[in-house]
């Protein structure tokens, strides 16, 4: 999703090019994600970077790649945005589902539909397939993000800014996983001349170790992760470093919901 500023794409097109269906509600998606991608174990919302800082591209991209290698293209899908600007983590998570034949379902907001710019997707993105697929707008940004927590069972944070920590916050009311995979940029948690978060995982981080250390946030609240939230649900955040961290967690979730007992970990493929 756009998980920041972004600049105003100003080529005039018609919604129904790029194959937009407008959905009113959130609570549409449990349909739709039964009917799209329910054969699908690893249903995996991606939120990070649209305007990604330096070095966050090649590691994002090697850690979704593998993570999804790990859990099998045949029982992941990926939901995300359609704004798949070269770097984001939208184009991340497009090229990683056509390279792996991971199914993708693509969520976004009506106001962010003008942002979609194909002069400035990746080179290797398969645009005939983009375009051709299937993609979905919510009224506000607000609904956005709840859909795409509906839709999924885990989320995996990759950094990202104020609205990677509001999707983080609305998958744990949802009742999904959260993955937070740290380590894939340098930026820091929080931009002072901005006053908002630069980068989620580590700004998540740092409010729980300052919560368990001192009983209070370091930063200010963005995205609903209030002190009470994470009094309530600080166990829920999974940091991990390694792709495969990430795939033994998904995996002895989903099984424990299955009512399979879990693995020790992951073959690598």
Known sequence: PPRSTLFPYTTL??????????????????????????????????????????GYEENAQKFVSSLVQQLGGENTALITSPTAD?????????????????KIMYITSQNYIQYIDPGK??????????????????????????????????????GGRDTAVEDTVNS???????????????????????????????????Q????????????????????DFLLQHQDRFLFVSKPEDAARALTAQQDNKSGIVPRNNIPRP
């Open 13 to 54: 097109f018609r919604s129904e090019d790029f194959n937009i269906a407008k959905v009113a509600d959130p609570g549409e998606f449990e349909a739709i994600s039964d009917r799209e991608i329910g054969d699908r174990k690893f249903r995996l919302m991606l939120t990070g970077y649209s305007a990604a800082p330096a």
């Open 172 to 206: 744990i009311l949802h009742n999904n996983q959260v993955i937070v995979a740290e380590n894939l940029t340098d930026a820091p948690a929080w931009d002072p001349a901005k006053n908002r978060v630069n980068n989620a995982a580590a700004y998540m981080r740092e």
């Open 208 to 227: 729980i170790q300052s919560l368990r250390d001192t009983g209070d946030l370091k930063y200010e609240v963005r995205g609903g992760l209030t002190k």
């Open 121 to 158: 997707f990746p080179d290797s993105l398969d645009k005939s397939a983009y375009t051709s697929h299937s993609k979905y707008a919510l009224p506000d940004n607000a609904k956005y993000s709840v859909a795409s927590t509906v839709a999924s069972n885990a989320i995996l944070v990759t």
């Open 86 to 102: 070269k770097g984001s983590i939208d184009a991340i998570g497009t090229l990683v589902a056509q390279s792996s034949g991971a």
